[in-house]
């Protein structure tokens, strides 16, 4: 069943056509910490930016593979854009999606902070 999210104050909003994830990735690199992210991942073909176009603003850092998109209003980041070997894919911030049950989910660390 698809589910939806947005930013803090509702500018952007977007939707996956997928089910909810029971899992997310946590990592401990220092952008995600200081974000607090839990980040699930899906094909840029399920994922549809509904709103917010314009209000959204890009950063890179690292080897500046991921778009990391926020808010310019709100300053939260719902999503961020990348490429794999097998195509695009959108890094969802599931703290933006009201309707997964973020105490459900089993959590998979990542040692960011390492690479």
């Known amino acids: 069943m698809p589910y939806a999210g947005s930013c803090h104050c509702g500018a952007v909003t977007f939707t996956v056509t997928a089910d909810a994830p029971t ?23 399920q994922f549809t930016l509904s709103s917010g176009a314009d209000n959204l603003t890009d950063y890179k850092f690292y080897k500046h593979q991921i778009t990391h998109r926020f808010c310019n209003i709100c300053g939260t980041q719902s999503f961020a854009e990348g490429e794999t070997p097998d195509g ?28």
Do not use: Q, W
Not at 29 to 40: D, M
Not at 88 to 101: H, S, T
């Open 23 to 45: 899992e997310a990735m946590s990592c401990n690199c220092s952008h995600c910490r200081r974000k607090g992210f839990l980040l699930t991942f899906v094909p840029a073909d």
């Open 88 to 115: 695009a894919i959108r890094a969802v911030n599931l703290r933006c999606v009201p309707d997964v049950d973020l105490d459900t989910l089993k959590i998979n660390k990542v040692d960011g902070a390492s690479f």
